[in-house]
């Protein structure tokens, strides 16, 4: 087991007795290889003593705040990983970064290590961002999701995190910077959120849940017209969205009418909107056409019996499906979305 110790020369120029640094740094295992950033109050040490860790050694960091060091974080999986790390060293610009690092923790055969400094080892990532995504119907957290922030001055994306089973994520960022935030996963259509982080910030989000058959209240038509609105335009990006997030979903669109008019001119109305969407998706969002059915069924599934005109309102509508195809189906898309990528070329 071993600690880290500090000492400092007193007004006569003589070094005093060291002092265990205390538990704060110091867990009941080891604490070795400390650096002190040469601008800023910020100590980075290598530790097996902490409950974050990604393998035996870890490199964390400990501000110094009002004349005490403050708990200390893991630095994140950029840096850290199977195995252990050692001698962690910043530039004085806070620009890159130096450690040694063996893989097999085999402390004779240690390699050198260089990269550019990821946000969670900035010396200056001291302010918190933090929040939750909820479902918008329900109020359930979302359990699986991945947490994106990208730091809009230099375009560099921040260490992504998965949401907690409590659907909540927590960074550490530099302040008075603006940032986007992105939230994506499979069971939700995706959040993003533009901030300018001035203190501590929490970020607490909704989205609606991906079922298995839905309808947007915003995909309205004109009586008789497949032509699309502008107030369509938003679900319909959401729905691109989320495709473009999540390569392996398929997405099914049926379009249907009321009782009015004749049978051929309803199965055509709807097969046209249903396409007039499918085009829109294809063409603005940019995913493949293999990756999209539409249908169109006329009157003849309603939802309701049509007694009233709102009866008809309910049974013209469209819905839309997003789901996972078989492994031959998914097979079959991807040969068709590479024949469509052959035929651009």
């Not at 080892?121 to 991945?146: H, K, W």
């Not at 979903?249 to 051929?264: A, E, N, P, Q, V």
């Not at 309803?266 to 829109?280: T, V």
Request: aromatic share 12%; proline share 4%.
């Amino acid at each position: 087991m071993a600690d880290i110790y500090y000492t400092y020369k007193d007004n006569k120029g003589t070094w005093v007795p060291a002092k265990n640094l205390g538990p704060i740094i110091n867990s009941r295992n080891s604490e070795v290889s400390p650096f002190i950033h040469p601008s800023h109050h910020v100590l980075y040490f290598s530790s097996n003593g902490y409950a974050l860790n990604f393998g035996e050694f870890d490199i964390y960091k400990s501000p110094k705040s009002q004349g005490k060091w403050q708990e200390a974080d893991n630095i994140g999986p950029l840096v850290n990983g199977e195995g252990s790390e050692f001698y962690f060293t910043i530039d004085s610009k806070s620009k890159d970064l130096f450690y040694a690092r063996s893989i097999e923790n085999d402390l004779n055969n240690l390699d050198l290590y260089s990269f550019p400094l990821p946000m969670e080892a900035q010396p200056m990532a001291a302010t918190r961002v933090y929040g939750s995504l909820l479902d918008s119907n329900t109020g359930d957290p979302f359990e699986r999701g991945i947490v994106s922030i990208i730091d809009l001055e230099t375009g560099i994306e921040v260490a992504p995190q998965f949401l907690s089973q409590e659907g909540r994520f927590d960074f550490k960022l530099i302040n008075n910077k603006q940032y986007l935030l992105i939230i994506q996963g499979d069971e939700f259509f995706r959040v993003e959120e533009l901030f300018f982080l001035d203190g501590d910030m929490e970020l607490n989000m909704v989205t609606e849940s991906i079922t298995s058959r839905m309808k947007f209240e915003s995909i309205e038509f004109d009586n008789g017209s497949s032509e699309l609105k502008t107030s369509m335009y938003t679900d319909l990006d959401k729905l691109s969205d989320f495709l473009l997030d999540n390569p392996s979903f398929k997405l099914k669109i049926s379009g249907h009418t009321d009782s009015d008019g004749g049978y051929d001119f309803n199965m055509d109305l709807s097969n046209e909107r249903a396409k007039a969407i499918s085009e829109y998706i294809i063409y603005f969002g940019n995913i493949s056409a293999a990756r999209i059915e539409t249908f169109g069924y006329g009157s003849s599934q309603p939802i309701v019996e049509e007694k009233t005109e709102e009866d008809k309102a309910l049974n013209r509508r469209v819905e839309f499906e997003l789901y996972r195809p078989s492994q031959e189906e998914l097979r079959q898309m991807q040969q068709e979305i590479q024949e469509e990528e052959e035929d651009e070329w």
